[in-house]
């Protein structure tokens, strides 16, 4: 079974700090998802991952893969409030045999509820 | 942008009762997924739908779940006979493309959500 864990689940922060939130998986995977969900609403896609030593910035996040160690950081550069959210990593399933060749799922990491105070 | 519709938004529903949700994935995309959020947990998949027949499925999605195309633009999750453990935000996704090189194609997007609760 393919586990996802994050950390921290929850960190509050200054605006302006950096930070880095972790997101180890337990299985070989060929890509990884960063999202953002604000209260209520949906996800939104950050990043796809599709390669080890992938790096890919936007803004003040940016998102690193290592294939090997199983990991993804997510790091959060001079934090201002509008970047508070929940983020969540996620990883593709191995496929099962009931697969026909399509699309997998993701599984999810718990969520790292992030606030940003001014 | 384009962007993946759901309705209804929210529904409420009793005991036992069969709900149908419905998407409308974006429109060149190939590859249809629903996952289901219980509130303050994390979000889970269901099943993954292509070439008009279910790809993959998880534990959670039993014989009381379908997935269909009705037509060319809509896509359906029918909960049958619905149980308060149901109650959850169900999201639709869709995506272009999966497990090739090209970035954007890989890119699964969700739509806003229905909020399912069963009385």
């Known amino acids: 079974e393919l586990k996802v864990e994050q950390n921290p689940l929850f960190l509050s922060m200054q605006e302006g700090k950096n930070y880095t939130i972790y997101c180890n998986y337990s299985t070989t995977s060929d890509r990884l998802y960063w999202y953002r969900q604000d209260p209520g609403k949906s996800l939104e896609s950050l990043f796809v991952?599709?390669?080890?030593?992938a790096v890919k910035q936007e803004g003040r996040l940016m998102a690193s893969l290592d294939t090997k160690a199983r990991l993804s950081t997510l790091h959060i550069t001079a934090a201002v409030h509008d970047l508070s959210a929940t983020y969540f990593c996620?990883?593709?399933?191995?496929?099962?045999?009931?697969?026909?060749?399509?699309?997998?799922?993701?599984?999810f990491g718990k969520g790292t509820h992030l606030i940003i105070q001014p | 942008e384009p962007e993946v519709t759901q309705t209804p938004s929210h529904q409420v529903t009793q005991m036992g009762q069969e709900v149908i949700l419905r998407c409308v994935p974006i429109s060149n995309h190939l590859y249809f997924y629903w996952y289901r959020q219980i509130l303050g947990q994390k979000v889970e998949f269901l099943v993954s739908f292509y070439n008009n027949e279910i790809s993959e499925k998880s534990e959670i999605f039993d014989d009381q779940f379908s997935v269909e195309r009705p037509d060319g633009s809509n896509f359906t999750l029918k909960i049958r006979s619905t149980k308060l453990e149901d109650s959850a935000m169900y999201f639709c996704?869709?995506?272009?493309?999966?497990?090739?090189?090209?970035?954007?194609?890989?890119?699964?997007?969700f739509g806003e959500g229905s909020w399912l609760t069963v009385v």
């Open positions: 996704a869709s995506s272009e493309s999966f497990g090739i090189a090209d970035l954007s194609g890989n890119t699964i997007y």
């Open positions: 996620a990883v593709d399933m191995e496929t099962r045999a009931y697969s026909g060749g399509g699309a997998d799922g993701l599984t």
């Open positions: 991952l599709l390669s080890n030593g």
